[in-house]
């Protein structure tokens, strides 16, 4: 198994036509086995990359057949063994809760203790291509006020869904409703979300 993205030309720039797709943190899980809609763009030809720091879970992918549809990678969240600009799309289910022993500032000037959003953020809006999405869920342990913090300082719109948004926003993407009864109730957790982030068209602007 290669731990670095680049020294795979057949995954990610032998398909610079296509889309591709890079999965954080999948475990055992890959959202391809949650998403149908996701499972047909792999089919018609998407270059799906899954990237994870526990590497006998990388390796348990690759023996449920994940050779076949994709590649394992060996990378942290806090440094992408990706070029810039690298992904059409970016999925993170389930990733954040690990990320919240950091304080973080809220809009209203509170501390929570959420994740180290800098480099995590910062990582997210340099590999992601100017037109693409990062889609985020959250549904077993969301942290509470993850959901909230300001984004648009790392270059992001966000929209954020919950309650019955978020039911709607599973049914586009083909991802059974099944997830939500994974969610803790332990009062320790946020409500389950998912959020799109893209990049911020002014901000780009002013840059260029």
Known sequence: MNNNIESRPDVVEGKKEGKVIIEIGPGLAPSFILSDKLDREIDDGASYVAIDCNLEELKGMEDIGLRERGAAVAGDLNKLPLKDKTANEIWALNVLSGFKNIPEKMPDGTSVTTLGFSKIFKELARVIKDDGRIIIGEIYTPV??????????????????????????????????????????????GEPFFMVLTKNKAEESEKV
Do not use: M, P
């Open 144 to 189: 509470k006020g993850a959901k909230e913090v300001d984004l648009s300082k790392y270059g992001f719109d966000k929209q954020v869904f919950t309650g019955n948004e978020l039911k709607e926003f599973l049914k586009e993407n083909d991802i059974s409703e099944e997830i939500l009864s994974e969610h803790s109730e332990c009062e320790r957790w």
